[in-house]
């Protein structure tokens, strides 16, 4: 079983950058697709990003298409987001999950972590 656990989120203002990670700590890291996934306060989980187990297929939300980058290292067992020119709307928990299979609903992830908080604000 995957036990993962985010880092890097922080404040920062708007326009600028940061860099999310998850650390997974099972054997099987290599097989599982990934998926990060924010939660506005009062508002729905919601999808962010997918990359696929080998890492050579993404898929992002409409809304972090070309401002989020997703990556992973299978050796390190890590995976990364990204996060560049952000807005406040961009304001969340941010969440790592694991999948058996690629999919963009909360309810395809079997495993997740704790969160870690992103704020953008000036």
């Known amino acids: 079983q995957e036990q993962l656990v985010e880092s890097g989120g922080g404040w920062v203002q708007p326009g600028g950058s940061l860099r999310l990670s998850c650390s997974a700590s099972g054997r099987t890291f290599s097989t599982y697709y990934m998926g990060w996934f924010r939660q506005a306060p009062g508002k729905e989980r919601e999808f962010v990003a997918t990359?696929?187990?080998?890492?050579?297929?993404?898929y992002y939300a409409s809304s972090v298409k070309g401002r989020f980058i997703v990556s992973r290292n299978n050796a390190q067992t890590a995976v990364t987001l990204q996060m560049n020119d952000l807005k406040p709307e961009d304001t969340a928990m941010y969440f790592c999950a694991a999948a058996r299979a690629r999919g963009l609903r909360v309810g395809d992830y079997a495993h997740w972590g704790q969160g870690t908080q992103v704020t953008v604000s000036s």
């Open positions: 990359i696929s187990s080998s890492g050579s297929s993404t």
